[in-house]
């Protein structure tokens, strides 16, 4: 599996095309919704090694909003100011399609690939925090129900990370 390939969705950003690219991952067996990746491309981001941070690359972060919000930063400190252009477009990209998988109700939820993913969500498409998280199975689906500041609820598909970690 190449980069290309997991980002056609870019091409043609659709929810079918970015359930596609997401199934590349989630099937991928070095995918583990749960790595420390995040943690290492933040601490890379702290400690100024702006260029391990730029080609740091795995299974786990490619449809990672966070993980391209790091590298867009990254890449402005590094005087790359056109990649960072283009690692945000990728960004706003993958937090268009996650909202075209559902529309957060228990009935048709979004769909994400790591947990951090509904943070990134909230917060950087959406402009939204919540106060509280908790699972629930609904049916087959494992789901995260996270209520937000105004009391509403949003529910995100969690089962293949979920399962992975169970299975793990």
Do not use: W
Request: proline residues 3%; charged residues 30%.
């Amino acid at each position: 599996m190449s980069q290309e390939t997991v980002f056609d969705f870019i091409k043609d950003p659709t929810k079918e095309n970015f359930l596609k690219s997401r199934e590349l991952i989630v099937t991928n067996p070095d995918y583990n919704p749960y790595s420390d990746d995040l943690s290492i491309m933040e601490k890379l981001y702290e400690n100024k090694e702006y260029e391990k941070l730029n080609y740091y690359v795995t299974i786990n972060v490619l449809l990672s909003p966070r993980a391209h919000f790091l590298k867009y930063f990254s890449l402005k400190e590094s005087g790359n100011t056109k990649a960072a252009e283009s690692v945000m477009f990728i960004c706003h990209n993958i937090l268009k399609c996650i909202e075209k998988t559902g529309d957060g109700t228990i009935q048709n939820p979004y769909i994400v690939i790591r947990v951090s993913d509904e943070i990134d969500f909230l917060q950087l498409h959406l402009r939204k925090k919540h106060t509280q998280q908790r699972l629930i199975q609904n049916e087959d689906k494992y789901l995260h129900v996270l209520t937000l500041e105004d009391g509403s609820e949003l529910y995100f598909d969690i089962t293949d990370s979920y399962k992975k970690a169970s299975f793990s």
